[in-house]
């Protein structure tokens, strides 16, 4: 199975905030979407960072309440792990595992194309077991 797979049945909508856009604006976007995480782009095509609900209690934990009117440049991780629609979903689990994040932004041709949760990898796998479960059933069931 490929990002790609899990990307055609989830479609390619992918939520950005600007770097300069406040934690408050961003908070409103996540519980507008009802996702755990937002893409930072100024443009909506490159990647200037990532940040989460993670992001924002360990920040608000840190910092205080005056965090909401900081620029979520503050607080997102600049440097983003991203894949390719080609990549094999079994590594990406196995990265997002290793480096404890759940999210990964999709890029292809330099441009954001999607983006897959721990959630979309689950079911993903899930649905690659019922599969498989039914394939031998189906052989068990036919077999003299
Ligand atoms: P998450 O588990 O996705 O809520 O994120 C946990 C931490 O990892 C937060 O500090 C995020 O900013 C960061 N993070 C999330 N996704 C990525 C990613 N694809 N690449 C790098 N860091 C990330």
Same mark, same amino acid.
């Given at each position: 199975m490929r990002i790609r797979d899990i990307l055609r049945r989830k479609g390619d909508a992918v939520a950005t905030v600007r770097p300069e856009a406040t934690v408050r604006q961003l908070l409103s976007v996540l519980a507008e979407h009802n996702i755990g995480a937002v893409v930072v782009s100024p443009d909506g095509a490159s990647i200037a960072g990532i940040a989460s609900e993670r992001d924002v209690v360990r920040s608000l934990h840190e @910092?205080?309440?005056?965090?909401?009117? @900081?620029?979520?440049s503050d607080i997102m991780t600049a440097e983003v792990r991203s894949c390719g629609p080609a990549d094999k979903v079994e590594d990406l689990r196995l990265a997002m595992t290793e480096h404890r994040f759940r999210h990964v932004p999709v890029v292809e041709d330099g441009r954001l194309t999607g983006i897959v949760s721990i959630g979309d990898v689950v079911k993903s796998a899930i649905d690659e077991l019922e599969s498989e479960r039914e394939h031998l059933v189906d052989y068990i069931q036919r077999a003299p």
């Open positions: @910092r205080g309440a005056a965090l909401l009117d @900081r620029p979520v």
